[in-house]
């Protein structure tokens, strides 16, 4: 199927790793121009090669999300390096940490960071005839998962933001969704780290998914070029849960 995002302009924040480089990849595959952030400079640049050898034009900075300045100028950055902006993918978080710290940093850019970045592409996206908004939650936030934190709290936080938001700027235009991803297994991340060091908690989140599985990255990254599609231009204000039956309740 063609998404009919050739041509299209995209931000995608912390796409080197993970969740945010499948997004990317996917978008790019698709012949969507992307613009990307991370901290790491030299993930940066090998990104960025990666998907110019896809075709597109590409752009990206090392940014500390949490940084408003650094944040709002990479967007400025981007747009002027794509010619405008159709797609904003917020996908950084702060991590799991425990404590006040983990509280602050959750906010700082789970939250402030969606705000800030909504805040400075809204007049690039305010001009796209395709303008849409993907914040990337969790099912943490959705049923209690672990223990009570910041991160679950937060990503929640960030799905009430986008379903409000999308109400305030569909007027303009501008169609605002949040992903809510359960657990996916990457390559060095938290879900292969637990699969080695707390096999038994891994055994029992397998066997509570109804498929049988963890997902991937690439499933979560199809749903988001879906919705940054013209195919995706009637949907708006939800949130799309990615999680192969894990979570319990039913949705209505």
Not at 5 to 31: F, H, P, S, V, Y
Request: with cysteine; aromatic share 6%; hydrophobic share 45%.
């Amino acid at each position: 199927m063609d998404l009919q995002l050739k041509g299209q302009r995209a931000l995608i924040t912390g796409a080197t790793k993970g969740i945010g480089r499948a997004i990317a990849d996917t978008l790019a595959d698709e012949g969507c121009n992307v613009a990307i952030c991370a901290r790491n400079a030299d993930d940066v640049a090998s990104t960025v090669e990666a998907l110019k050898s896809k075709g597109v034009e590409a752009y990206g900075a090392s940014v500390d999300v949490g940084d408003g300045e650094a944040l709002k100028a990479w967007v400025a950055a981007s747009a002027d390096a794509l010619g405008g902006i159709d797609a904003l993918v917020s996908n950084v978080s702060g991590g799991n940490a425990p404590g006040e710290a983990g509280w602050r940093a959750n906010f700082e850019y789970d939250v402030l960071g969606a705000v800030r970045l909504v805040e400075a592409c809204t007049p690039h996206l305010e001009n796209s005839d395709n303008a849409s908004i993907a914040m990337i939650s969790s099912t943490a936030a959705l049923e209690k998962f672990m223990s009570a934190g910041a991160y679950n709290a937060m990503k929640g936080a960030l799905i009430q933001y986008a379903g409000a938001l999308a109400q305030d700027v569909g007027v303009k235009g501008i169609r605002v969704n949040a992903i809510s991803p359960g657990p996916i297994y990457i390559e060095g991340g938290s879900w292969a780290f637990i699969k080695e060091k707390m096999t038994s908690l891994y055994d029992q989140t397998v066997a509570d998914i109804p498929l049988g599985r963890l997902g991937s990255a690439r499933e979560v990254a199809v749903q988001v070029a879906l919705l940054a599609s013209p195919l995706g231009a009637f949907t708006t204000a939800t949130n799309i849960v990615i999680d192969g039956g894990f979570t319990k309740r039913i949705q209505f």
